[in-house]
């Protein structure tokens, strides 16, 4: 079965951090690309990070570029956003997908976690 699973979020305070996973099955990592987005309440849905697996590429928004990062994780099959230095501005749902390659928008047919807590408060 083909589906990507988020686990790792929590509640953090300010200046802490956090590790994301997204377990994939059902294809094969090195042909696609991972992406992270997250949705604050009220808010758009907006694209984090992204790894393109066919060249190892990672991609980030400028938001947290410097305090995230982007990687396989020590399991082959899953897709790690380390978190540091964490803002309430972080606060959101965060979701990983999966494209063909990097980008920062879904179409139609883009398979979709169901998402992950993350909130950052004191």
């Known amino acids: 079965q083909v589906q990507l699973v988020e686990s790792g979020g929590g509640l953090v305070q300010p200046g802490g951090s956090l590790r994301l996973s997204c377990a994939t099955s059902?294809?094969?990592?090195?042909?696609?690309?991972i992406a992270w987005f997250r949705q604050a309440p009220g808010k758009e849905r907006e694209g984090v990070s992204c790894?393109?697996?066919?060249?190892?590429?990672?991609h980030y928004a400028d938001s947290v570029r410097g305090r995230f990062t982007i990687s396989r994780g020590n399991a082959m099959n899953t897709v790690d956003l380390q978190m540091n230095s964490l803002k309430p501005d972080d606060t959101a749902v965060y979701y990983c997908?999966?494209?063909?390659?990097?980008?920062?928008?879904?179409?139609?047919?883009?398979?979709w976690g169901r998402g992950t807590q993350v909130t950052v408060s004191s």
């Open positions: 997908a999966k494209f063909p390659r990097c980008r920062w928008y879904s179409v139609p047919g883009d398979l």
């Open positions: 059902g294809f094969t990592l090195d042909y696609y690309a």
């Open positions: 790894i393109n697996f066919r060249d190892g590429s990672p």
